[in-house]
């Protein structure tokens, strides 16, 4: 499958991956996924690793994306976002996204190097960003 995903529950993070030809259906059935799984835990960072993805969605899917995610975790939080890109079509892309959900993540990078990405999300932690309010 294109879209696939896994629960890091000892750093709180959703690792989500994209690889190949992931087609707008793909990632909304992945959405569709998300929001029927009960483990997620109630503040989450993501990981978004779209390094191996040859697609890229359009601006008004991109948006439809944006507001497809918010309303999954609407009644928990999410924490900081990173985004890691291969491709400058993605990168602006990732961009886009982190516009669009500016309200739904505490914080939205885009980075080329994954080691990167996961050492920003640490370091978020480490200063308790995304952490919700007791």
């Known amino acids: ?3 696939t995903y896994c629960l890091d529950c000892e750093t709180a993070t959703l690792n989500t991956c994209c690889a190949g030809q992931v087609t707008f259906e793909e990632v909304l059935a992945h959405f569709d996924a998300l929001a029927k799984d009960e483990t997620l835990l109630p503040s ?3 990981l978004l690793d779209l390094s191996a993805q040859e ?3 359009d601006g008004a899917q991109v948006r439809q994306l944006a507001n497809r995610l918010a309303a999954i975790r609407a009644d928990l939080a ?3 976002c990173a985004i890691v890109v291969s491709r400058d079509v993605l990168f602006g892309i990732a ?3 982190g516009v669009y959900t500016d309200e739904a993540f505490v914080e939205t990078q885009v980075f ?3 080691a990167a990405a996961r050492d920003w999300l640490a370091g978020g932690r480490d200063q ?3 952490e919700m309010a007791p």
Do not use: E, I, N, S
């Open 78 to 80: 999410w924490g900081r």
């Open 128 to 130: 308790g960003q995304g």
């Open 95 to 97: 961009r886009m996204f």
């Open 1 to 3: 499958m294109p879209v």
């Open 44 to 46: 989450l960072d993501l």
């Open 55 to 57: 697609t890229a969605p």
């Open 112 to 114: 080329r190097d994954p």
